[in-house]
């Protein structure tokens, strides 16, 4: 599992420097459950043939979630590449994706796939 930091850090000049980050809380949501609920939701609102990766967390100075990577493929050539994310509420479970990310990622999927069937 990987953890991306943001906002949490300031921006310092070049330096040589020791960051130490402890962050205690209760994920009620496992890296695993992010994963089916990105796939349940990106196959009830986009369609068939995406799917969601491994997830990496994040944490804000706001939130903690999980980051799903969505990928697209088809039966012929199997995995075709990325298309988009899907960020879920590492506490509260909830997909944090609005219509506009949805259509980046319909978007996104429909190029790809276009581009492997000239």
Known sequence: MSVELQG????LPTARIDVSINVSTTLNVTAYTAKRKANTFVLNRIGTGLFGDEPQLIVTDRLICWRVPIFVSM???????????????AQTGEILADDNSLKDIAANAERLVASFAL
């Open 75 to 89: 039966a012929s050539r199997g995995r075709l590449g990325q298309v988009g994310q899907i960020e879920i509420d």
């Open 8 to 11: 949490v850090v300031p921006q």
